[in-house]
């Protein structure tokens, strides 16, 4: 998924390996920004890496999707579990999976390469289950400023998210950048404001 002209880097995990998993596979990196919430957010962006590896060093839309919700879940809640609420996220990701076999031929790339103009994007994304308006925004913009993947206009439809201001997964290229979105959140949550104010 990354570009030859300008390698992309993603370091949120704490492990490159991992990291590199979410910049070559657009199902891990989908999945990770579909567990982000209510876990700290290397340990969402690192749990596509620990599924595929429960899953036989594969991560398949298809494969997933055919699993089931429960049997998903369960894989989830195996020890350690992939999220704080393994069942709710386990079932999530297999919704997801369905989704993307059922609209993009169970790749998880059409989402965006299938994407005509940047307001057909902002209609794909939503419509991921589990990505609710803040999470496709930011998704967006991350596709926009970490990949280059985003249809011209983008920013219209991230809203704050575009913005330089470090408020998200989508303004990580550097390990700095992942603890001046941690203290701007910690700010943003101090003042009782959130992360798109």
Known sequence: MATSEQPVSLPIT????????LVEDPLALMLGM??????????????????RERLGGRLDAAEIAAMGPDAVAAVFADKPALHRFPSSMGKRAQALCQHLVDHHGGDAADVWEGAADAA???????ALPGLGDDKARIFIALLAKRFDRAPAGWEAFAGPFADEQPRSVADVGYEADLLDVRAWKKAQKAQGRKKDD
Request: hydrophobic fraction near 40%.
């Open 14 to 21: 704490g492990d490159p390996a991992d990291d590199q998993l």
């Open 120 to 126: 057909d994007l902002d209609a794909r994304v939503p």
């Open 34 to 51: 579909l567990l982000d919430q209510q876990v700290p957010m290397e340990w969402a962006f690192r749990s596509p890496a620990r599924l």
